[in-house]
């Protein structure tokens, strides 16, 4: 089949008309990602939804799929809509609005590994196209231009998403948005492994919303594991892994050899053997960490050798991983 798409934006194009925000005001030149309102038209007469059809294509999934004469398939995830439950074994295209959820498409993927990814709805929920050429890269999938013709047999960027090497470490202060960017690196891979290194929360109000926020942003299908054995998590993982975060991890690991006070060797061992399964990682991991040299200096001594060993971890890991970040109200700086 051929798929025509004459608009790639949102509902009312990109810049939305009479929009003052930062995404719009960056894309009003003549050149500067200027989008049309979503409208794709196969074969140059079946327009979406494929409600009604010519004879010789089947429409399915609501009116969000279309099978053509050629055995070609394509599916419509518009915004505000979910992947249908009834897909074919065969699904060589997908247009998916990706900017409020990814994981959807980490779920597809699980069935569909192979299936190319176009991003529609492109509006101003995304800040720049160098914001969200960085995303698509991360997520397998491509942004094509309006007017783009693209055939349901064409090679593309299928396969899963990419997380910028085996191993990724994003560092930042509190609230600064490093959770949310670690999960969006791994929202559109098919299985993911969460593991949670801090306390449940329980007798801690504050903290239990904490965890519980993290657990609500989180996409469904990921597994959890909750556990400071953080080395055996790494060196044993069968998928991608998202370990959140280190100075929990390193904290509890305080706690269990009671070295707030006492003896710090037992932690600095723990650290040896993190870092040795990190290094020999066998599936791609990305880890949050604080980054806890740019603060007040701790006013008691196991302040201080807690911050001490959290920096020398966090340098380590650093060394010995492809991709290193800084996020910084939600912006990420690479280092």
């Known amino acids: 089949m051929q798929v025509l798409l004459s608009g790639t934006a949102g509902g009312t194009g990109r810049p939305e008309p009479g929009c003052r925000c930062a995404s719009c005001v ?3 030149g003549p050149s500067a990602g200027r989008r049309r309102p979503f409208g794709v038209v196969v074969d140059g007469r079946v327009p979406f939804l494929f409600a009604d059809v010519p004879a010789g ?3 399915w999934g609501g009116g969000l799929g279309l099978s053509g004469p050629d055995g070609g398939t394509l599916l419509c ?3 505000g809509r979910e992947p249908p439950a009834d897909l ?3 699904l060589d295209l997908v247009l998916i609005d990706l900017l409020d959820r990814p994981e959807r498409l980490g779920r597809l993927r699980r069935t569909h590994p192979e299936t190319v990814a176009v991003a529609v709805g ?3 929920r995304i800040r720049s196209e160098a914001e969200l050429d960085r995303r698509l890269r991360l997520w397998g999938a491509l942004a094509v231009p309006d007017g783009t013709v693209l055939r349901t047999s064409a090679p593309g960027a299928g ?3 990419g997380s910028g090497g085996r191993r990724a470490l994003l560092l930042g202060g509190s609230r600064s948005g490093k959770s949310a960017e670690a999960e969006l690196r791994l929202a559109a891979e098919p299985y993911v492994t969460y593991v949670a290194t801090g306390p449940s929360g329980a007798g801690d109000g504050e903290w239990a919303a904490r965890v519980r926020a993290h657990r609500e942003r989180r996409p469904a299908h990921w597994d959890t594991v909750e556990t400071t054995d953080l080395a055996a998590a790494v060196s044993g993982a069968t998928m991608p892994l998202l370990v959140d975060g280190l100075g929990t991890w390193l904290a ?8 707030w006070e006492g003896d710090r060797e037992p932690v600095l061992r723990r650290c040896d053997e993190l870092v040795a399964a990190w290094r020999q990682a066998p599936r791609p991991v990305v880890a949050v960490s604080d980054e806890v040299g740019m603060g007040v200096v701790p ?3 196991s302040g201080r050798a807690f911050r001490d060993a959290l920096g020398r971890l966090n340098e380590r890991l650093a060394a010995e991983s492809e991709y290193v970040a800084l996020v910084v109200a939600g912006r990420v700086l690479e280092l």
């Open 88 to 90: 074919p074994d065969r």
């Open 122 to 124: 492109l509006d101003h």
């Open 299 to 301: 006013a008691t001594a």
């Open 252 to 259: 509890a690991v305080f706690d269990e050899h009671g070295a």
């Open 57 to 59: 294509y089947l429409a």
């Open 26 to 28: 960056s894309c009003s």
């Open 77 to 79: 995830v518009p915004p």
């Open 159 to 161: 396969g899963g998403a």
